[in-house]
């Protein structure tokens, strides 16, 4: 993808950056995540009587607690949940006599450690108050309105990517259909989210095309969809920006046929 998004079929490639997808079946998330807190030792006030000065605590290290590997799970998505340091390759690293040597293959029912520092279940979840909750108020007309218990969900494979990237697509108004997105996907990376082309003009370059419809890093960056990740060997996140770029350039990933 010369310049701003020329892409030529990838060839099958070890991974470097992508989302690692977790195979179908059942399991569950077994132990939340909570990691130990980091705090200086307080600083006793002058006036303040013994017993009210701030015990200082110390900081506590990394702890590695386990994780059950469900359904939809990528290694991915389990280290950017709970902050681990080094992301996903650090995660699959303190795990791989366990995943083996394809990280591709997590399956639901595998039990990871996971290393984290952070006080808290999970990464960037609100703390509870205190104060009991109120009712919520019920709609006019005395109608109660359903409410999703949870965020609608997706198969972990490339009819679930591409379902999720429609969805997003449609509240941003990004044109493209299901039909298109699958065809221009078989034909750049043949469906593998880890799919890297290591020897055309873009990668001499150093901007090798990556993912399901092979972005290079400026295209993606320039279009990548607020709300997804920013890694481009996230199937989301690579589909959807690639369709924007599609959008911008052709008025459609269903206008295109070939290279782009």
Known sequence: MP????????????????????????????LPLLGATHASAAQPAQSAPAAAQSVPQAAQPAKYLT??????????????????????????????????????LIRPGLKLKVKTAKAGAVKKTATKSSAPAKPAAKPAGGVAEATQASAKTYANNLDGWIREALDIMAQKGIPGSYDGIYRNIMRESSG?????????????????????????????????????????????????????????????????????
């Open 3 to 30: 310049g701003r998004g020329k892409h030529r079929r990838p060839r099958t490639n070890p991974i470097t950056r992508r989302v690692i997808a977790a195979g179908t079946g059942g399991a569950a998330l077994t």
């Open 67 to 104: 994780y059950t590997v469900t359904k939809g799970d990528t290694l991915y998505r389990i280290a950017d949940k709970y902050d681990v340091s080094g992301g996903w390759k650090q995660l699959y690293k303190d795990n791989r006599a366990a995943v083996g040597d394809n990280p591709g």
């Open 192 to 260: 593998n989210p880890q799919a890297i082309n290591n020897w055309d003009s873009n990668a001499a370059k150093g901007t090798p095309s990556k993912g399901l419809l092979q972005t290079i890093d400026p295209t993606f960056q320039a279009y990548h969809v607020d709300g997804t990740s920013w890694d481009p060997f996230d199937p989301v996140a690579n589909i959807t920006a690639a369709c924007n770029y599609a959008a911008a350039r052709y008025g459609s990933i269903d206008n295109v046929n070939g290279p782009y």
